[in-house]
């Protein structure tokens, strides 16, 4: 088992190992873990935002898993840039 805590913020890569409930792989960013709850010995439960291909949330949800079988994600696919609308520049003159 892993000695490292899961905190807010962790991108987190769940599979099989963690949970049989992951037939495909889901990346979830923590919210918080659910330590009020009771559960079967090294089990926990969390809750988090399921991450899309683009990083942005997709759903919000709560997952019971096996610690030992988390991957941390170190970093979460880049954001596609947005189109910046700016007003194009001018050279200072005024035209009337």
Known sequence: MTSRPI???DVLLLTREASPQFTRPVSVRVIRVLADRHTY??????EG???????????????YLMPAGLRWLEATPARPDLPCHRRPATSGRVTV
Do not use: T
Not at 49 to 58: F, I, K, N, Q, T
């Open 41 to 46: 010995h090294d089990w926990l439960w969390i």
């Open 49 to 63: 935002y399921e991450l899309g291909p683009s990083g942005d949330a997709v759903a919000r949800r709560e997952l």
């Open 7 to 9: 905190r807010s913020g």
